[in-house]
């Protein structure tokens, strides 16, 4: 399960709720809006444990952004540091599900600051998940905020879409995400990608 909270610490009961009542093994976190003075017993839950990556003071200077992943504490689960990047055109981190000896699964939670460059973002997923299939050969699943509108036909969405197509991705949210409290625009901007081993 993925989720877009625009700041963790007012929603900390809701996050409680939700993997109380869901049960959710995974909750990955986009848009945080947390930094390093804040300590992982202020925001864990019974039960689970967390990775997270803040802002840097450098990307913090508009504010906004971070994402983590809680994740249920029973799970073998290794933290894929080489993959976690922080900068203006992506945020991520991933986490690696360890099934068995031979079956792992790839998680990784994504925020795209609306500002950052599109082209720059997809070179940095083109590059993690086509690393991460020769390394683990295993299946990759991820989801965030991307901001990117897939109702939308411009260029942006569609070098998007062709991207997650040659990476062998298919993105499974197909109801409404986002209304913008401007003009009451619409789209989906939150995704969730899976794709197999190779």
């Known amino acids: 399960?993925?989720?877009?909270?625009?700041?963790?610490?007012?929603?900390?009961?809701?996050?409680?709720?939700?993997?109380t009542d869901s049960k959710v093994e995974f909750l990955g976190i986009s848009e945080t809006w947390l930094n390093s003075t804040t300590n992982n017993s202020e925001i864990n839950f019974d039960k689970y444990l967390t990775y997270r990556s803040d802002r840097t003071a450098e990307t913090r200077k508009k504010?906004?952004?971070?994402?983590?992943?809680?994740?249920?504490?029973?799970?073998?689960?290794?933290?894929?540091?080489e993959f976690q990047i922080c900068n203006p055109d992506i945020e991520c981190i991933w986490v690696q599900l360890q099934l068995t000896n031979t079956k792992?699964?790839?998680?990784?939670?994504?925020?795209?600051?609306?500002a950052g460059n599109i082209i720059n973002f997809i070179n940095h997923l083109e590059n993690i998940c086509f690393t991460m299939r020769q390394q683990y050969n295993c299946e990759i699943t991820f989801g965030g905020d991307?901001?990117?509108n897939l109702l939308k036909r411009d260029i942006n969405t569609r070098r998007y879409k062709d991207s997650l197509k040659r990476?062998?991705?298919?993105?499974?949210i197909t109801?409404?995400?986002h209304i913008s409290d401007h003009n009451?625009?619409?789209?989906?901007?939150?995704?969730?990608v899976i794709c197999g081993p190779m």
């Open 146 to 148: 991307i901001n990117i």
């Open 167 to 172: 990476m062998g991705f298919n993105q499974l």
């Open 1 to 19: 399960m993925f989720w877009n909270a625009r700041s963790i610490y007012p929603r900390l009961e809701e996050i409680d709720r939700i993997i």
């Open 184 to 192: 009451n625009a619409v789209g989906i901007l939150d995704h969730f």
């Open 104 to 114: 792992k699964i790839n998680i990784g939670t994504i925020y795209r600051p609306p």
């Open 175 to 177: 109801e409404i995400t």
């Open 63 to 81: 504010g906004g952004g971070g994402v983590l992943i809680y994740y249920k504490d029973n799970l073998k689960v290794i933290h894929l540091t």
